[in-house]
């Protein structure tokens, strides 16, 4: 059905590698997401606005999507700062959606200078003085790059009418709710704390050797597969916590460990709790998974 | 004699750039290209680990990553060598490696095609179309990749390749799975790019056939040379490869001779008034990409093409598209030859060496790239990266206009330049990193 109103889209870069528009490019339906909408200014679908119309005008915009890290001073483009920019047309939008983990948090970026570097309203976990001003309208899409069925479904309920539900940093709960631990192909030899003797091998989990972060990162990669198809843990990568404030951290293929135990425990399980099912779980020998999954004959 | 400069703003490229346009007497008599926001991805890596180069150089670039990521790998194992570590990687490795990045430059020529080139080449022909040019576009790259995806869990930014061979270990069900989806994307090459059979494209092989091929790349030569663009753009035809491929040797290629090359002859230079750095080889500039490639190899379509037009636009856009075929024909050799059973990765994970010294190239969509580590007590202290666009995009120096630079002048109008700009499949995002 042809809606009467279709809410006005202005997707604007910031201090980006543009991972996140190529992500959103890589969406099975995207245009018939996109038909709920009229593309103000994208960089690089076709568009109503030019970019030195975005930069002179004041141009409508219901829902902003901001792509990269932020700086408040010294990024120009045609000699105007981005951050004005982009402040400019928050101010008149209905709906600010962070695309990203620079531009919710700082992400990579954020490292060349980690004073003068951030997200739109978060520097990591704390708040920017933007914060303050833009919060009721802010949705936070943290991911390196952005999931791009993460982005569809916020359009979409938006364009729906629908209220998002959102946590204290704003991230939307259906989304963010899980960690990625959550539907991971591996999950078993987590449980019977099976580290996977290399890289790549299907068996085994990469929590205690290879620097998983799955447990503790909040995301929904292994439930709602990238590109429709896997995630970086089914491969046998592990995950890089790429949507949280703190990434990226160092030495990211192997895991932080105080006396052979990681260092950071899955979300919420205190550490005596964990020690004493590490404890009961070690005393099995499984013969399955000591063994391959599958054997092909020569 | 009148000069006047015009500063124009570039976009829907892969970032933006500004151009600065010198006319003089009607034509472009020289261009300034200035590129945004230098982000500093070989500081971030100082005093990191090596292999978390891995994880930080893909997000160099959003279309390119994935070259990133193979550049750093070999870096990794180039210097794990000259420390006295042999890498041996299995042939399910290199097959897996090469095919990954074969869906990678598979999926940015076809996004230029269709979204840069096509599109722009309508507007400076003023011709109105009703096509949804985009939506084929993604349609084949959100496809190519879902293949891609199936090996290294994700695109962008997956970093699947690790010194000795990859994480995954696809069984037959998943490289069928990728099999099938190289088959859509032929089709598609077959019924919507050439409107011919991939076998019937690959034989063509002199200017004389070019007739043949119809679709949409068929109407693109069509436009070309109807409309008196065919000798347009062109360079100083020189052409560089610093990495072997099965798309060409590396190597060096001026007037008809090929000579070898060497990446300790590549010098780079900061450019006044750009975070851009320019690069050459010897004092010289080069172009790299796919007409380098097809120069350098010398594949008979390309090189009958610049007999007749040299390094125009036309030859330059004819061996990208070209590569779209030979990608798509090696991909099937390639995923046929995977044996499941051979392991994934020879080397340890927890190997760790604390000194040394390695240099990684790669074929990427848009040229050679090279990554350079330096590792001491364990951490990076140095990390080069040197892109493509750096070769193509640089101003040039005091002798020499830049690559682009120099097929731009002589234009008459901004358009006119501003499409032969286009040609070269500008990224700012890399040319800044
Ligand atoms: S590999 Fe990571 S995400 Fe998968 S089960 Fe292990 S800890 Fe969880
Ligand atoms: S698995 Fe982890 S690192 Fe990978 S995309 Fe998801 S959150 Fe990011």
Redesign the interface.
């Given at each position: 059905m042809e809606q009467q109103y279709k809410p006005k889209l202005l997707w604007l870069q910031s201090i980006t590698c543009n991972g996140n528009t190529h992500s959103f490019l890589n969406h099975p339906e995207l245009f018939s997401i996109l038909s709920h909408f009229e593309l103000v200014h994208h960089p690089v679908l076709e568009s109503s606005f030019c970019m030195q119309e975005l930069i002179d005008g004041i141009l409508p915009c219901d829902i902003l999507i901001i792509e990269g890290a932020f700086m408040e001073k010294g990024y120009l483009k045609s000699g105007v700062e981005v951050s004005s920019i982009i402040e400019h047309y928050a101010d008149n939008a209905k709906h600010i959606i962070s695309a990203g983990t620079c531009a919710t948090f700082g992400g990579i970026f954020k490292q060349k200078d980690p004073e003068a570097i951030s997200g739109f309203c978060f520097d990591e976990e704390e708040k920017t003085r933007r914060y303050a001003k833009y919060a009721s309208k802010l949705i936070s899409l943290p991911g390196c790059p952005i999931h791009p069925k993460w982005l569809s479904y916020v359009l979409l309920m938006i364009a729906n009418d629908r209220k998002i539900s959102l946590d204290a940093l704003h991230r939307p709960v259906e989304l963010y709710g899980y960690t990625v631990h959550t539907g991971c192909t591996r999950n078993e030899y987590f449980e019977w704390k099976i580290d996977a003797k290399n890289f790549g091998l299907k068996e085994g989990c990469l929590f205690y050797e290879q620097g998983c972060q799955g447990p503790y990162t909040r995301g929904s990669c292994n439930k709602i597969l990238w590109n429709d198809m896997s995630s970086k843990t089914r491969i046998g990568t592990p995950c890089f916590g790429c949507t949280e404030p703190t990434f990226p951290q160092t030495e990211l293929f192997h895991t932080k460990t105080n006396m052979g135990i990681p260092a950071t425990m899955p979300l919420g399980i205190p550490r005596r709790a964990y020690l004493t099912l590490t404890g009961v779980v070690k005393s099995f020998k499984i013969k399955r998974f000591s063994e391959r999954l599958m054997e092909y004959d020569r | 004699m009148k000069r006047m400069v015009i500063r124009q703003?570039i976009?829907?490229i892969?970032?933006?750039a500004?151009l600065d346009y010198t006319f003089s007497e009607g034509r472009i008599e020289d261009v300034k290209i200035n590129f945004?926001?230098y982000?500093?991805?070989e500081?971030?890596l100082e005093g990191?680990?090596p292999?978390?180069a891995?994880?930080?150089t893909p997000?160099?670039?959003?279309?390119c990553?994935h070259a990133h990521l193979i550049a750093a790998v070999r870096a990794i194992e180039d210097g794990y060598e000259n420390a006295g570590v042999k890498i041996g990687l299995t042939q399910k490795?290199k097959n897996i490696r090469e095919f990954t990045l074969a869906c990678e430059l598979l999926q940015n020529h076809i996004?230029w095609f269709y979204?840069t080139l096509l599109?722009n080449l309508e507007k400076y022909l003023k011709i109105v179309s009703e096509e949804?040019h985009?939506?084929k576009?993604?349609y084949f790259?959100?496809t190519i990749?879902?293949a891609?995806?199936?090996?290294?869990?994700?695109?962008?930014?997956?970093?699947?390749a690790?010194p000795?061979?990859?994480?995954?270990?696809p069984?037959q069900l998943d490289v069928m799975q990728a099999q099938s989806l190289l088959e859509e994307c032929v089709r598609f090459f077959e019924q919507v790019v050439t409107a011919c059979s991939l076998e019937k494209y690959l034989a063509i092989d002199s200017v004389s056939q070019l007739h043949k091929i119809e679709g949409d790349f068929g109407r693109l030569l069509h436009l070309l040379g109807s409309n008196g663009m065919a000798e347009m753009g062109q360079s100083y035809d020189r052409f560089i490869v610093f990495s072997d491929s099965f798309l060409s040797k590396a190597g060096k290629s001026i007037v008809t001779s090929v000579s070898k090359v060497d990446t300790r002859y590549v010098h780079e230079s900061a450019q006044k008034g750009s975070v851009a750095k320019a690069v050459s080889y010897k004092n010289r500039l080069y172009e790299t990409g796919p007409l380098a490639r097809g120069m350098v190899s010398k594949e008979p379509i390309v090189k009958s093409l610049h007999k007749r037009y040299k390094d125009s636009l036309m030859t330059r856009v004819f061996a990208r598209v070209h590569e779209v075929a030979l990608l798509l024909e090696e991909s099937r050799k390639l995923l046929k030859e995977i044996r499941?059973?051979e392991?994934?990765?020879t080397l340890?994970?927890?190997l760790k060496l604390y000194e040394f010294e390695g240099t990684g190239t790669v074929e990427a969509a848009r040229g050679s790239l090279i990554h350079k580590t330096t590792v001491n007590n364990g951490v990076i202290v140095k990390y080069d990266i040197i892109t493509p666009t750096q070769w193509n995009l640089s101003h040039g120096n005091e002798k020499e206009k830049g690559i682009a630079v120099k097929a731009m002048v002589g234009s008459q109008s901004i358009e006119e330049a501003d499409f032969i700009f286009r040609t070269f499949d500008v990224c700012s995002?890399c040319t800044a990193q």
């Open positions: - | 703003l976009e829907k892969e970032g933006e500004e945004g926001f982000r500093g991805i500081e971030i990191k680990d292999k978390d891995l994880v930080i997000r160099v670039c959003g279309i990553n490795a996004k979204m599109p949804n985009a939506m576009a993604t790259s959100t990749t879902k891609l995806a199936i090996f290294s869990g994700q695109w962008p930014h997956s970093s699947y690790i000795g061979g990859v994480t995954c270990d069984t499941v059973d392991p994934s990765c340890e994970a927890e995002v």
